[in-house]
């Protein structure tokens, strides 16, 4: 039964009863049979060209099977494709609210609820696997036991059980109908049906422009795969002919049909059993190749060779995956081509899962929405905090305004209890003494005085003011003894003293000083009955 108030982003309405069941399974008896094909026994370039035509005139089911093929026996193309994956696949995912209401931050915590599934992650290893196919089909199975639409998982599907419309080469159908189900499919005349919307999650990614089919990574390893193929049946071939010397046996003049047997099998299978017996007329001389080493290294750099254009093909460079010399920079040059195409990957994966699988759940669970929870997966970007630290610390005394809360965040420091005892920054010195422009630390000072009377706590607080003020009126004599020795006449001396521009208020907040000391000392006089 269809549902007239919903549809995809194709336009097709809802079907909520072929949510909840499985309609894109295996059947043994049925056309989506387990059972594959091998096309890639002995391979040659006339059988891939018509694989390859075939898939592009739309009847990719070899296609589909020669890629799995190249993934199960090439060991250097399933490992650079599993990185690949694998790379996405484990990245950290977000989720943003359409908008900072109640309502968008409900859907947005629904979503990441789903998120911390276990499975996730094979399932998104799953969807990338349309890195080689160049398309990949997952179903979605809907849970309703609990009276509310849940993505319960993610299915993937065998692409060999989907064609493509032949009007357009990329809408999707499924081979079959799915009426077992007691849901009436329309079929096409070639017997596919249409999918059924919000039920698939549809996933490409292209190597290149193009059709889906002709997108994948798949097609071009597949001729490398060949080519290799024959590399190394030549390099078997040779290293078992020259790999061994050639044993020529020799007999005497006159020797019978029986003894020429005896003398030939005792060749033949020496290699083998490495041991034979013959008479002592006879003869065996083993020659060996001069030219073994240099046509096994031929065979070895072909083989290597071919891997590395597979490496380029897949993650855009060598440096991680093959014993390339380049030194540090090279390397790291290399693994930031690596990072662009992984960028590029969850950027892609993420847009197909808001399509396809978010956007479908908001609608059935709280229907259509002018705004959606958007989903994104990606690596935290490097951020160097020593640039930023130091930036910071030179623009804030200019008056830059930052947020103390967006600077913990980004050193990972959590805001500290009322109770907690906290770092602070050291009194910044003063030519003039810390104390000098220190308002603060002057009424400390004042209050002191008046709470302590005794003649050794007021001598003790001249002490103190007389060494914090020491500095400035050291570096004060300093400027007047150097104008003093360096002028041959008071015209000069107060040429001199003009020259030297001190701060009229440091110099108020000195005399200041000066008048807290001789009070002090005079405080310590009558105190002392002086």
Do not use: C
């Amino acid at each position: 039964m269809a549902d007239i108030g919903l549809v995809d982003q194709y336009g097709r309405p809802i079907v909520r009863e072929a949510l909840t069941r499985e309609i894109a399974g295996p059947s043994l008896t049925g056309v989506r049979s387990p059972v594959t094909g091998y096309p890639g026994d002995g391979l040659n370039p006339i059988r891939l060209a018509h694989i390859l035509r075939a898939a592009d005139s739309g009847d990719p089911l070899r296609y589909f099977e020669l890629a799995e093929t190249v993934e199960e026996r090439d060991l250097h193309y399933v490992g650079v494709l599993g990185t690949r994956k694998r790379s996405v696949s484990q990245l950290n995912i977000q989720v943003e609210a359409a908008e900072d209401t109640p309502e968008a931050n409900s859907m947005a915590d629904m979503v990441r609820a789903w998120l911390k599934r276990e499975e996730l992650e094979s399932e998104i290893f799953n969807m990338l696997d349309a890195i080689g196919k160049g398309i990949s089909f997952t179903e979605i199975v809907w849970d309703t036991s609990m009276g509310q639409w849940f993505p319960k998982r993610l299915e993937w599907r065998d692409p060999r059980w989907f064609r493509f419309d032949r009007n357009d080469g990329k809408t999707p159908l499924l081979i079959g109908s799915y009426d077992s189900i007691g849901i009436s499919t329309v079929t096409t005349p070639t017997g596919e049906s249409p999918f059924p919307a919000f039920k698939f999650i549809t996933t490409v990614v292209r190597a290149k422009s193009g059709l889906p089919i002709r997108s994948g990574i798949a097609r071009l390893a597949a001729w490398w795969w060949m080519f290799k193929g024959f590399t190394q049946r030549d390099w078997a071939i040779f290293s078992q002919t020259f790999g061994q010397p050639v044993r020529v046996g020799k007999y005497p003049v006159g020797s019978t049909n029986e003894d020429k047997d005896t003398l030939f099998n005792a060749v033949a299978n020496i290699a083998g059993d490495l041991a034979a017996i013959i008479p002592e007329s006879m003869m065996i001389e083993f020659i060996e190749s001069k030219n073994v080493g240099a046509g096994s290294d031929l065979y070895e750099r072909r083989a290597d060779w071919l891997d590395r254009q597979m490496s380029k093909a897949v993650l855009g460079q060598t440096a991680t995956t093959d014993a390339i010399a380049g030194g540090h920079a090279v390397g790291q040059e290399h693994r930031q081509v690596q990072k662009d195409i992984e960028r590029a990957d969850a950027k892609a994966l993420s847009a197909i899962l808001n399509r396809d699988l978010v956007q479908a759940w908001v609608q059935l669970e709280r229907g259509p929405q002018l705004k959606y929870p958007t989903l994104r997966i990606g690596r935290d970007e490097d951020e160097d905090l020593t640039q930023t630290i130091e930036g910071v610390t030179r623009l804030v005394p200019m008056g830059l305004k930052v947020s103390m809360v967006e600077m913990r965040s980004k050193l990972g420091l959590r805001e500290p209890g009322p109770q907690e005892e906290v770092l602070t920054a050291p009194a910044a010195p003063s030519p003039f003494g810390s104390l000098l422009g220190d308002p603060a630390a002057a009424s400390s000072l004042h209050a002191r005085m008046l709470r302590r009377r005794s003649a050794d706590e007021v001598a003790e607080l001249a002490r103190v003011a007389e060494n914090l003020s020491e500095p400035a009126f050291t570096e004060l004599v300093d400027h007047i003894k150097t104008a003093l020795q360096s002028a041959v006449s008071l015209e000069d001396v107060r040429t001199h003293l003009a020259r030297l521009k001190l701060d009229p208020a440091r110099m108020t907040r000195a005399l200041q000083m000066a008048l807290v000391i001789a009070k002090l000392a005079g405080r310590t006089d009558i105190v002392d009955g002086r």
